[in-house]
């Protein structure tokens, strides 16, 4: 771990890491470079493995529980509230955090953590802004602020918080080309494509196997709709990416949209049989169940069969359904549970929503529950049911807002195409109209995709692309 920096070399990058072992110094930027990298890389051990090291070489390292911690969290497979055993690792780093002289900026991201696990986001977010204020290479507090700000929502916040430290991040630092392709998704999800799609390919350009960077040129294709072109880009790029083990899978899922825009769902399906639904059952990583329901529903709105691959999802989703650490999430179990059939499960599902939605406290999530986690959850089982009217009645007035259940704009357009789809399948009048102003909407915002032109000739509106 030659590369690795040392205690002298955290010191000397102005980023003091409380403890004398360089043996956890190095652990904790393997660890770092990993989660920037989305990749466990066996030369180290992956991620797990440098954890359990880092540890074993300094059990008191604040920092070391920080990094642990919240990469827990950040995972959003469990909470303080479900896991007793990360509840205790969250209080043991309080109590280190309290019994060392950390510098003010080891304080600040101890209580970061504790504002995440509390599931008070935006608090954690204000956080980690003000490290970066006096700190602006602190690349755990940029990306933890990264990832959480997507959790949220909060794309200007994306963008901006890699804006105000980038000219910081001079060539010479470690993983300074990351830092590229982390501000070209902030870029590209406020719809700056070109400026968005320049730094990603300055990031290839130095990093090749930058997945990150692959992923914010497949949604600058995706919400163009530059369908030929996306696909080229997947296919040239894919032996530099096919590895990156936290990532691969939904670079695929990306593959997958462009060809079920094109109305090539089967070789959709193939790659979801290939690559995706191996990757969920291999891993059961909340990235891939997400990746795995969304695209089985979108496959089933074009009227795709997709067979009993919702049983094998929701041998995975099911034991998640309660958990409400984060309402995206949430609608993506609902999927599963809905596309197999389980009525326990998504009974379930929407009670203990229900119940979390009407508890005490600033967690995020289950405040944002009560005006529009619940009734988008309840749109989904009304379309489900066939009760079209209702599913318009429940997502019209909140179609603007989903946005604050975070994810991407190119996850959320599922949402985008049920509203289009319950219009479509209504039999009141004014139903149609209303698919045709959708429809005529969305082709403002993606010139010349198929999947649009689709639903507008089932509309009765194709003269309008004329």
């Known amino acids: 771990m030659a590369a690795l920096r040392d205690c002298q070399a955290w010191r000397e990058a102005g980023l003091p890491l409380s403890t004398t072992s360089n043996e956890a110094c190095k652990l904790f930027d393997a660890t770092l470079t990993q989660y920037v990298k989305w990749t466990n890389d066996k030369s180290l051990g992956g991620i797990e493995g440098c954890l359990s090291k880092l540890k074993e070489a300094d059990p008191t390292f604040t920092m070391g529980h920080v990094i642990a911690n919240g990469l827990e969290l950040v995972g959003t497979g469990s909470s303080v509230l479900l896991d007793e055993e990360l509840d205790l690792a969250v209080k043991t780093m309080l109590e280190l955090a309290q019994g060392q002289p950390l510098t003010e900026r080891e304080q600040l991201h101890v209580s970061a953590v504790d504002m995440f696990a509390k599931g008070r986001l935006p608090k954690a977010c204000d956080l980690w802004e003000r490290i970066l204020q006096k700190h602006p290479t602190d690349m755990l507090a940029l990306k933890f602020a990264h990832d959480t700000y997507f959790y949220l929502g909060y794309q200007p916040q994306m963008r901006d918080s890699v804006a105000r430290v980038y000219p910081y991040w001079s060539p010479h630092l470690p993983l300074s080309s990351y830092v590229k392709g982390i501000y070209s998704f902030g870029l590209m999800e406020t719809n700056f ?41 997947m296919q040239c790029s894919e ?10 899978c939904h670079n695929y899922w990306h593959w997958s949209l462009y060809l079920i825009e094109k109305g090539e769902y089967e070789a959709a399906l193939t790659i979801y049989d290939d690559h995706i639904a191996p990757s969920l059952l291999g891993s059961g990583a909340m990235l891939d169940m997400v990746d795995s329901c969304s695209m089985l529903y979108r496959l089933q709105m074009e009227g795709v069969p997709v067979g009993g691959r919702w049983q094998e999802v929701m041998k995975i989703t099911k034991q998640h359904s309660k958990d409400h650490i984060l309402l995206f999430n949430d609608a993506h179990f609902l999927m599963s549970s809905l596309g197999a059939k389980d009525h326990e499960t998504t009974n379930e599902l929407l009670a203990t929503l229900q119940e979390a939605s009407n508890s005490p406290g600033e967690n995020s999530q289950h405040l944002l529950a009560r005006g ?30 989903i946005v604050q259940l975070g994810g991407s704009n190119a996850q959320r357009d599922v949402f985008n195409q049920l509203l289009v789809h319950a219009a479509l399948n209504s039999q009141a009048p004014s139903s149609r109209n209303l698919a045709r102003s959708l429809l005529v909407e969305r082709d403002a915002l993606r010139r010349n995709s198929p999947l649009t032109e689709r639903l507008l000739r089932k509309a009765g509106a194709a003269h309008l692309r004329e």
């Open 193 to 233: 494509y070109d400026q968005a799609e320049a730094l990603a390919k300055e990031a290839l350009s130095i990093e090749q196997r930058d997945a990150w960077s692959v992923h914010t040129i497949a949604h600058i294709h995706e919400m163009k709709a530059e369908v030929e072109a996306g696909l080229e880009f």
């Open 239 to 248: 032996n530099n990416w096919k590895d990156c083990d936290m990532l691969a």
């Open 372 to 401: 529009v986690g619940l009734p988008l959850c309840h749109a989904m089982v009304a379309f489900e049911n066939g009760d079209h009217d209702r599913v318009l009645e429940l997502l019209l007035p909140i179609r603007y807002q």
